[in-house]
């Protein structure tokens, strides 16, 4: 059974930084584009970055570009996402996901349960 498992989510203050672990299963990792979703309470879940199987492509929302950095490490299954200069606004639940066909993780396979992450003001 493939499973992704989110870690690292928290109570923050603004202008701290945080990071996002996903432990994938290993029959999938390789394979798979990588990445982040995340919803707001009422609002859409958007993507917030994703990575490419290799690592050397990657895609970030708007909001976050200069401020996350999408990592993955191969050897450990693993997928990061490291959150600086965090604003209220990116208050949410983050989900990891996997995509087979493209960076965008357009249509995911499959996702993790989600973490909590609050940026107190």
């Known amino acids: 059974q493939v499973r992704l498992v989110e870690s690292g989510g928290g109570l923050v203050q603004a202008g701290d930084s945080l990071r996002l672990s996903c432990a994938a299963s290993?029959?999938?990792?390789?394979?798979?584009?990588m990445g982040w979703f995340r919803q707001a309470p009422g609002k859409e879940r958007d993507v917030v970055a994703a990575i490419s199987m290799s690592g050397g492509a990657t895609h970030y929302g708007e909001s976050v570009l200069g401020r996350f950095t999408i990592s993955r490490d191969n050897a450990k299954n693993t997928v990061y996402l490291q959150m600086d200069s965090l604003k209220p606004e990116d208050t949410a639940i983050y989900y990891c996901?996997?995509?087979?066909?493209?960076?965008?993780?357009?249509?995911?396979?499959?996702w993790g349960q989600g973490t909590q992450v609050t940026v107190s003001s």
């Open positions: 290993s029959e999938i990792f390789s394979s798979y584009y």
């Open positions: 996901a996997a995509d087979p066909l493209t960076v965008l993780l357009l249509r995911p396979d499959y």
